[in-house]
């Protein structure tokens, strides 16, 4: 019987497939107390089952040290790095040797408990993305269950695969399709399982949970497969070997489609996938509109890796490197100088003379360095020490910082943004730490190149006061994640109030046309780098209020790009104009 799962949709296209399932790796846990004899005994054995997780993941990691690029994204190596580092998170181990001390809880139990714990910090965190890495916490936790019980990591077992490529081959045997592709069930994926999902043959894939910035998400968006996750329950409605189809476009899971469901969507996957060849023919076709308006695409980044993928969809620059990305997971040792500008180097090499905007930190109370800073006495993190805040309360840190970014500045064109500025102490404070880097390298005689200084708005407080800002700056780019957040009192963490999270508002288009307008009027450059830069139905309305530079996701860029070349500039004008005026921006922008 035909029924449909609905998920999140977060990588585009229609796959068609039989099932190959993978249950839930969840573990039973006993729980029962030790005696004070046994303590050394139980940290013994946590000891043990980490240091073999530990030795799995560097096992993985060789393995793909053997593979070609082309078989393994970038994304997973730098997810096995998290795993690492979560494994020698020394909150995780030292809470959990205090429960075993402490309350003679078993190893088992113990380390459950601290789970429960850090779960509970990540999903109080404001950052979508930052809080989703609750997912790779519970997964080590649980690789560090089986460990101490003899039993094998829940990656697809080899045993399964063998069986999905008998029964793809007995398909092709019997005529019922050419080539049989197989999409995978699960609970979860890990990034050990997304390995070895990408050296067997499925097309696609389907999970119980995960959201639309999970690891999942991002590893099936770098490899350009069908995905839905966050489908509830799917794991256990889906049965081994049925006919599913995963539309990634709609976040819809289809099982046992009829023949006619399975025709229709036949259709739909080959449209799709000449699209995809459309778009990449204006791979290096300027972005430019239809009344002759240059508009620049750019591409946001977390690691210097990502300018390759940037390059391969024709961004013309960095808009974003989110450098945070460095500092995550250090166990109390940030990176240093040369770590970080050898990382800054390679970013803007990697991007062959084109520009690198690289944001400093943003991470502060609301965000896991894994060094024990956080305090759970911030019960709304969002607004506490973070991003500059939390830069400036750690000069040290900072000017270390800055002197990285700047000697990278000698290798190419090189940007600085700021985050979360919204005083202007914290302004003069930022430049003269600048200042102080600077006069530093003078000192030591190490070279460093020119640099644009920029902030982000995104704190309605900034959006007010732009005439302060661009004295200091020269050029803006527009958080609109976090200016949506805070100009609606929306914590995008509540799921109650996610639903008024709400980019079309009016009072966020207004910050954000002031802004455009103000930067244009000066002459200073904009842009927008938050989601609503990638999101192909506000395209035209920011072209109309006059946004000439966008930055997103590499995936999003050519989508984006067809979208400018349809456009003519001075006829959105005018609309864009009703739209903002509008009560209800979305009924225009819908109905046009």
């Given at each position: 019987m035909t029924f449909s799962i609905q998920g999140l949709a977060v990588a585009r296209g229609i796959a068609i497939g039989r099932a190959v399932l993978v249950a839930s790796s969840?573990?039973?846990?006993?729980?029962?107390?030790?005696?004070?004899?046994?303590?050394?005994?139980?940290?013994?054995?946590?000891?043990?089952?980490?240091?073999?997780?530990?030795?799995?993941?560097?096992?993985?990691?060789?393995?793909i040290a053997h593979m070609s690029p082309k078989d393994t994204p970038h994304e997973l190596a730098a997810l096995l790095d998290v795993h690492l580092m979560l494994l020698q998170d020394e909150e995780l181990i030292s809470g959990v040797k205090h429960w075993i001390t402490n309350r003679l809880y078993n190893a088992e139990w113990a380390l459950t408990t601290q789970l429960e714990?850090?779960?509970?910090?990540?999903?109080?965190?404001?950052?979508?993305?930052?809080?989703?890495?609750?997912?790779?916490m519970e997964q080590i936790t649980d690789r560090i269950?089986?460990?101490?019980?003899?039993?094998?990591?829940?990656?697809?077992?080899?045993?399964?695969?063998?069986?999905?490529?008998?029964?793809?081959?007995?398909?092709?045997?019997?005529g019922d399709m050419?080539?049989?592709p197989l999409v995978l069930v699960a609970h979860d994926l890990s990034p050990s399982d997304?390995?070895?999902?990408?050296?067997?043959?499925?097309?696609?894939?389907?999970?119980?949970?995960?959201?639309?910035?999970?690891?999942?998400?991002?590893?099936?968006?770098?490899?350009?497969?069908?995905?839905?996750?966050?489908?509830?329950?799917?794991?256990?409605?889906?049965?081994q070997d049925d006919w599913v189809i995963i539309d990634g476009d709609a976040g819809v899971v289809i099982v046992d489609p009829s023949p006619i469901i399975l025709d229709e969507y036949g259709f739909k996957q080959r449209q799709g996938e000449l699209e995809r060849s459309r778009l990449s023919r204006i791979r290096n076709t300027p972005a430019i509109s239809m009344d002759a308006q240059k508009v620049e695409l750019l591409a946001n980044i977390e690691m210097p890796e990502d300018t390759a993928a940037a390059l391969a969809v024709g961004a013309v620059g960095v808009g974003l490197f989110r450098s945070e990305f460095l500092f995550m997971g250090r166990q109390g040792k940030l990176p240093d100088e040369e770590e970080q500008f050898q990382a800054y180097k390679?970013?803007?090499?990697?991007?062959?003379?084109?520009?690198?905007?690289?944001?400093?930190?943003?991470?502060?109370?609301?965000?896991?360095?894994?060094?024990?800073?956080?305090?759970?006495?911030?019960?709304?993190?969002?607004?506490?020490?973070?991003?500059?805040?939390?830069?400036?309360?750690?000069?040290?840190?900072?000017?270390?910082?800055?002197?990285a970014i700047l000697r990278a500045s000698a290798y190419g064109k090189v940007k600085l943004l700021i985050p979360m500025l919204a005083h202007a102490h914290e302004i003069r404070q930022t430049v003269a730490l600048l200042a102080q880097a600077r006069a530093e390298l003078d000192a030591k005689g190490i070279h460093y190149g020119p640099l644009q200084l920029g902030a982000m708005i995104e704190i309605p407080a900034a959006a007010l006061m732009l005439k302060v800002f661009l004295k200091y700056f020269d050029f803006l780019?527009?958080?609109?994640?976090?200016?949506?957040?805070?100009?609606?009192?929306?914590?995008?963490?509540?799921?109650?109030?996610?639903?008024?999270?709400?980019?079309?508002?009016?009072?966020?288009?207004?910050?954000?046309?002031?802004?455009?307008?103000?930067?244009?009027?000066?002459?200073?450059?904009?842009?927008?780098?938050?989601?609503?830069?990638?999101?192909?139905?506000?395209?035209?309305?920011?072209?109309?209020?006059?946004?000439?530079?966008?930055?997103?996701?590499?995936?999003?860029?050519?989508?984006?790009?067809?979208?400018?070349?349809?456009?003519?500039?001075?006829?959105?004008?005018?609309?864009?104009?009703?739209?903002?005026?509008?009560?209800?921006?979305?009924?225009?922008?819908?109905?046009?």
């Open positions: 969840s573990v039973n846990v006993a729980h029962y107390f030790i005696e004070a004899g046994q303590i050394d005994a139980e940290i013994d054995r946590l000891r043990l089952g980490r240091n073999a997780v530990v030795d799995e993941i560097h096992r993985l990691q060789a393995s714990i850090i779960a509970r910090q990540f999903d109080e965190m404001e950052d979508e993305y930052l809080r989703e890495r609750k997912a790779d269950l089986r460990a101490m019980q003899g039993q094998p990591s829940p990656v697809i077992p080899p045993v399964l695969a063998r069986s999905a490529r008998k029964a793809q081959q007995q398909d092709r045997l019997q050419q080539d049989v997304m390995l070895q999902f990408k050296q067997s043959l499925f097309a696609g894939f389907v999970t119980d949970v995960g959201g639309k910035t999970s690891h999942t998400a991002i590893v099936a968006r770098s490899m350009d497969i069908p995905a839905v996750v966050g489908a509830r329950l799917s794991s256990h409605l889906v049965r390679r970013a803007v090499e990697g991007m062959k003379g084109l520009p690198v905007t690289i944001r400093t930190v943003d991470i502060g109370a609301d965000k896991p360095l894994g060094d024990g800073r956080e305090d759970a006495a911030h019960l709304n993190p969002a607004l506490g020490l973070r991003a500059i805040r939390w830069s400036l309360a750690d000069p040290s840190m900072f000017l270390t910082q800055l002197r780019s527009i958080g609109t994640n976090d200016l949506i957040q805070y100009t609606l009192a929306i914590d995008r963490a509540d799921e109650s109030v996610a639903h008024l999270y709400d980019p079309l508002h009016p009072a966020v288009l207004r910050l954000v046309a002031d802004t455009i307008a103000e930067c244009n009027a000066q002459g200073k450059g904009v842009s927008v780098c938050g989601e609503m830069a990638g999101d192909i139905s506000l395209t035209r309305l920011l072209l109309g209020l006059g946004l000439r530079s966008f930055s997103m996701h590499p995936a999003q860029i050519l989508a984006v790009k067809q979208e400018i070349l349809l456009a003519n500039t001075r006829e959105l004008q005018a609309w864009a104009q009703t739209v903002l005026a509008h009560d209800e921006p979305a009924l225009l922008l819908n109905a046009a």
